[in-house]
């Protein structure tokens, strides 16, 4: 009976550490998510034009004119900022398959192009991964902790870091569709009847997607022949694709609320993450 009783207060102080714990990496945790969107903040830049114009599709791929005229309609105001949260699962796997899932703020500027991810991924209860994945003037981060605290993985600073970081800012531009226009720096290249590829410079960093196109004109997928994968802490270049569905009208766009992210293997997909938009808000240029 003691001894039950010992053990039950053992539990119940653990219990109680990690509550403390929770609370105090949250606070931390917070503390640098502020701190970067704060950069974020810094950077930006006036979005000229204010709206959209649709003569400024002539001469573009006929899909990407097409997918122009599917999400936009004329006169849309430029976005110039989007707060996003998302909720799905991730897998932590880097060889099977460990699906957790997860839930997430993000806070993207369009000019000058950056992002912060800020991710919180239920690994055992009690114990939240808490992830950054960002890309903020210039410099693509990856920061992983356990509770916040703990850290698990920290790449920053690099040009692989950048490019990649790059990468998913502009795979994820549908939801943000204005910023994939000219005017705000994308340069569309035809490659066939249904896929264009789409190229973002950013001071000395630089990133070309592949983009393919239902015949609605809609994106379908987003990919690249090589993107950092994060393999034992290092960054390895490999295929990598997100899928996009489920299209709704949100601020007078079209945008997808679903999605789909793998990596390409030998031995075919590994999908990484899925995810749904909870919420939407975008800011637009004034």
Known sequence: MILLKLLAGALALVALVLALANLYGGWRWDAGTHELRERLAAARQPVRPARFDARELEGLPPPVQRYFRAVLKDGQPMVAAVHIEHAGTFNVGEAGERWKSFTSSQFVVTRRSGFDWDGRIAMLPGLPVRVHDAYVAGEGI?????????????????????????????????????????????????????????????????????????????????????????????????????????????????????????????????????????????????
Not at 158 to 186: K, N
Not at 205 to 233: C, Y
């Open 142 to 286: 990856l920061h992983a902790t356990l509770l916040g605290l703990a850290t698990l993985a920290d790449l920053r600073g690099t040009p692989e870091m950048a490019q990649g970081e790059l990468m998913r800012y502009l795979a994820e531009a549908p939801w943000y569709p204005t910023a994939l226009l000219p005017s705000q720096g994308v340069r569309w290249d035809a490659v066939d009847d249904n896929s264009a590829r789409a190229t973002l410079a950013d001071g000395g960093n630089s990133a070309t997607l592949l983009f393919r196109f239902e015949p609605s004109g809609l994106i379908t997928t987003v990919g690249a022949d090589a993107r950092g994968r994060t393999v034992q802490g290092k960054v390895v270049p490999t295929p990598w694709e997100g899928r996009w569905w489920n299209y709704a009208e949100r601020d007078g766009m079209r945008v997808p609320l679903e999605g789909e992210v793998a990596w390409w293997l030998p031995g075919g997909a590994k999908p990484y993450w899925r995810g749904r938009i909870r919420r939407l808000a975008h800011e637009f240029a004034s």
